[in-house]
T-cell receptor, first 114, second 111 residues
Framework: GAGVSQSPRYKVAKRGQDVALRCDPI?????LFWYQQALGQGPEFLTY????????KSGLPSDRFFAERPEGSVSTLKIQRTQQEDSAVYLC????????????FGQGTRLTVV | QKEVEQDPGPLSVPEGAIVSLNCTYS??????FMWYRQYSRKGPELLMY????GNKEDGRFTAQVDKSSKYISLFIRDSQPSDSATYLC???????????FGSGTRLSIRP
């Protein structure tokens, strides 16, 4: 596709359930980012990949959050034992080159933990 | 103190007005300055991108950066209802990877 694709668009999880969120970046894009956006707030950085290497995971809020990009393309953000405070929109972005901050965002996955 | 401060609004102006959106930041290491626009239930889209201090104009939009005062502005001329969205300022580092977003200003243009 032409843009960054995220799935599912919406996810409702019971508290304590594990979830996996998928991101398909723009073909050929080296850098991939995950952000968390709470209602009424700007996106908060979670983690960054350059190809398959996770170079920065300083924004992951706890060890329940895990991200991978094993072949340098598709990425998965996994949240274990979800809690209500995990409810947010999870945004994925990709950019063509290392260090380029012109990132293109997907539409996000809206996670609601009940 | 947050790295980027942005007035959340909401800001409501009549069609045709000039809009001024502003951010301040605290980290002098920022060298790239971006404005993203985010429509409801959509991901952010890049609107303007500048490097270093100065002005950059693109159609009805002008981005202004003053690194000495750590102040970022976006001006919208002849505002249109289709400009109604949340505007996010986003400074970035030169060699590192992550973009830091402001909290966003919700803008509404009244027809």
């Amino acid at each position: 596709g032409a843009g960054v694709s995220q799935s599912p668009r919406y996810k409702v999880a019971k508290r304590g359930q594990d979830v996996a969120l998928r991101c398909d970046p723009i073909s050929g894009h080296v850098s991939l980012f995950w952000y968390q956006q709470a209602l009424g707030q700007g996106p908060e950085f979670l983690t960054y990949f350059q190809n398959e290497a996770q170079l920065d995971k300083s924004g992951l809020p706890s060890d329940r959050f895990f991200a991978e990009r094993p072949e340098g393309s598709v990425s998965t953000l996994k949240i274990q034992r979800t809690q209500q405070e995990d409810s947010a929109v999870y945004l994925c972005a990709s950019s063509l080159e290392q260090g380029r901050t012109e990132a293109f965002f997907g539409q996000g996955t809206r996670l609601t933990v009940v | 103190q947050k790295e980027v401060e942005q007035d959340p609004g909401p800001l409501s102006v009549p069609e045709g007005a000039i809009v001024s959106l502003n951010c301040t930041y605290s980290n002098s290491a920022f060298q790239y300055f971006m404005w993203y626009r985010q429509y409801s239930r959509k991901g952010p889209e890049l609107l303007m991108y500048t490097y270093s201090s100065g002005n950059k104009e693109d159609g009805r939009f002008t981005a202004q950066v003053d690194k000495s005062s750590k102040y970022i502005s976006l001006f919208i001329r002849d505002s249109q209802p289709s400009d109604s969205a949340t505007y996010l300022c986003a400074p970035g580092y030169s060699s590192a990877s992550k973009i830091i977003f402001g909290s966003g200003t919700r803008l509404s243009i009244r027809p």
